[in-house]
């Protein structure tokens, strides 16, 4: 007797034929499933392979980044533009490691690239539902796919690296096993694609990568033609702490008339946190904060300054 409610009606492997690193509704689906189906997609992690357990800042030097590695696309039978498409988030499966790093700031990459001439890199460590950072920190293990979407309608192909209304490089951290997502259908099947997958990340993934980890993921495809939705929506039960439960948080705010500049002085406040109460240099603490802390709009209402606060999990740190 299977341990699980479903069952996998096909599988997906990670085989370049079955891999692509762009969106484009011109593609051929490579599986076309039933509504209803059940899915289990092995998934490339963000490097195409290109960083495993040895990798080092060098070979972070060497990386050639060609789009995400996404595994699909499927076709839905029967689904049709203006539908959704329910995509409902069974089972991860990660493979032991993950990693985590930062470009130079030459590359103009992450929040706060100005701050860090030279790369960091960071491989984990996954032992079951932790993984292992430096300095006895555990940061819990809540695998998510950090790219899930259908097909665009406009024609030609488009990068992985932006989000756009039919899901892609969404980076919601909260699209764990038990969550289901649903997105605006534009192209006949649908055209699904899922990929990226993260171990954990902070919510605003501040040095431009969570841990990013191989995977497989399992999920129900179902066509849903009498709903409606204009972006993804979804439901989750989180988890919305690192722990999963609420817990004590240290916060720092930024304060500014622009968002985004609020967001950094945020990151840069937890980053000197980091450093000076922590004992971490600054590249770990930037590496931390893009995993583990989590950015949150606290006010946009009391022009002209608003408030963005980064919050940290005491938790992750042993006593």
Known sequence: MSE??????????????NVHYDWSHERSPVLTVESGDVVRFDCRDASNGQLGTDATVETLRSLRFDGHPLTGPVAIEGAAPGE??????????HRGYGFTYFYEGDAGKGLLPEEFDEPGLHIWELDDDVARFVDGIEVPVNPFPGCIGVAPRANGTHSTTPPRRVGGNVDIKHLTAGSTVYLPIEVEGGLFSI?????????????????????????????RPDISVEEPQFETTGPFTASGVDEPMYATAGIDSDLMTASEKAIEHMIDHLHEERGLSRGEAYLLCSVAVDLKINEVVDAPNWVVSAYLPESIFSA
Do not use: K, Y
């Open 4 to 17: 699980h409610s479903w069952t996998v009606d096909h599988r997906l492997s990670d085989d370049e034929s």
């Open 84 to 93: 959704v498409l329910e995509v409902e988030l069974l089972e991860f499966e």
């Open 195 to 223: 990929g990226d997958c993260h171990a954990a990340q902070g919510d605003g993934e501040v040095c431009v990568t969570g841990i990013e980890a191989p995977m497989s993921v399992t999920a129900r495809l179902t066509r």
